[in-house]
């Protein structure tokens, strides 16, 4: 929403071709004609990935990818990282709506090249430089293919190198595998502490989303990082966690009997906040 009235933000995921639709309506029925009319001009894609809004769930939406054959994928509720391409549009698209004119905002968008694919949007989708308000040669204006092969390439090793700093600035790990069957508790980001016991049912179909069960609130769909398995028990340490089901895991006291052999403990490095491994200090036995 921008000064009281709605948009559809529209991003292709290889070209970065930006679409802002403006919306009389937000009901499936109006966002699907929006989406008629953008499809008439470039043609129907193979997936929609959306959030988990009320039109992108009603029976005409369905209806409407059944007869264009597209898939359609939603991100993971609560989880707006899951759908970060479009998180980002939508940042972009509200900085382009704040400029005097929007439209020769947009342009200029469109005929700016990205970063990770060395050239724009608008010269990926239409082979050629968008002539703009800015002066230039007629012969930059010619028709020219770009290497698309090379221009993946460098699009996925930009990708992997965003995520390569993004996790080790934030210390990102691999979180425990689950499986269906498996006991976990349940915490959304603004919560205080963990719920449950729940069940998990199945793997969805969006990466590290699982369709999770529990007595109190039925059966959700959560991200991976809003579940923490509940451990097994492990032969030489006894867990005591209280009466309370709903008691965060961090609050689990761990016993480990002096039985266990010394050399199997095993000491976890200190990292730093930039990655690297902080070794302690030798100081002199005197």
């Not at 953008?38 to 193979?46: H, S, V």
């Not at 039925?218 to 966690?241: A, S, Y």
């Not at 009466?243 to 961090?250: A, F, G, K, L, V």
Request: proline share 7%; hydrophobic share 30%.
């Amino acid at each position: 929403m921008h000064k009281g009235k709605q948009y559809l933000v529209v991003s292709d995921y290889y070209l970065r071709y930006l679409e802002i639709l403006l919306l009389q309506s937000t009901t499936s029925e109006h966002v699907i004609q929006r989406l008629k009319a953008l499809f008439a001009r470039f043609g129907i894609p193979e997936q929609i990935v959306s959030d988990n809004g009320p039109q992108f769930s009603s029976e005409a939406w369905r209806s409407f990818c059944d007869m264009y054959d597209t898939q359609h994928i939603t991100s993971s509720p609560h989880n707006p990282q899951g759908n970060g391409h479009a998180e980002r549009a939508v940042q972009t698209a509200k900085r382009i709506l704040k400029q005097d004119d929007p439209v020769v905002a947009l342009m200029c968008f469109r005929a700016t090249p990205t970063s990770s694919t060395g050239v724009s949007p608008a010269e990926l989708l239409m082979e050629r430089k968008m002539r703009t308000t800015l002066p230039t040669l007629p012969r930059n204006l010619r028709p020219k293919w770009p290497n698309k092969s090379s221009i993946k390439e460098r699009d996925k090793a930009a990708k992997e190198k965003q995520a390569y700093y993004f996790n080790r600035r934030h210390g990102v790990k691999d979180l425990p595998v689950i499986r269906p069957g498996d006991s976990v508790l349940l915490k959304l980001d603004d919560e205080a502490k963990w719920k449950g016991p729940a069940t998990v049912l199945a793997e969805s179909a969006t990466p590290r989303s699982y369709e999770v069960f529990s007595e109190k609130e039925g059966e959700k769909r959560r991200n991976r990082r809003h579940l923490q398995l509940l451990p097994e028990k492990v032969p030489g340490i006894t867990m005591k966690t209280g009466e309370s089901s709903e008691q965060s895991p961090q609050n689990v006291q761990l016993r480990v009997d002096s039985d266990l052999p010394a050399e199997n403990i095993v000491r976890k490095p200190n990292i730093t906040r930039s990655g690297r491994v902080r070794k302690p200090a030798e100081r002199l036995n005197l």
